[in-house]
């Protein structure tokens, strides 16, 4: 890992971690820009998509 690719992941996964998910997002696609065969970076993005779409889910779900 370079060092831009390197700090993408790990700021990614740090807001990821603190339940940012949504600002971890564009961390880890950054990753994968900078390398595309970056398994975690690829990981990192899907789990954190998931859980942003089960999050919105739900908050749909929610009656005032």
């Known amino acids: 890992l370079d060092d831009a690719?390197?700090?993408?992941?790990v700021t990614g996964w740090t807001l990821a971690t603190e339940g940012r998910i949504a600002e971890a997002i564009p961390y880890f696609k950054r990753a994968l820009e900078l390398n595309p065969a970056?398994?975690?970076?690829?990981?990192?993005?899907?789990?954190?998509?998931q859980i942003r779409e089960m999050s919105q889910r739900g908050s749909q779900n929610k009656t005032p």
């Open 5 to 9: 690719e390197r700090t993408s992941v």
């Open 38 to 49: 970056n398994e975690n970076a690829r990981r990192n993005l899907e789990q954190a998509q």
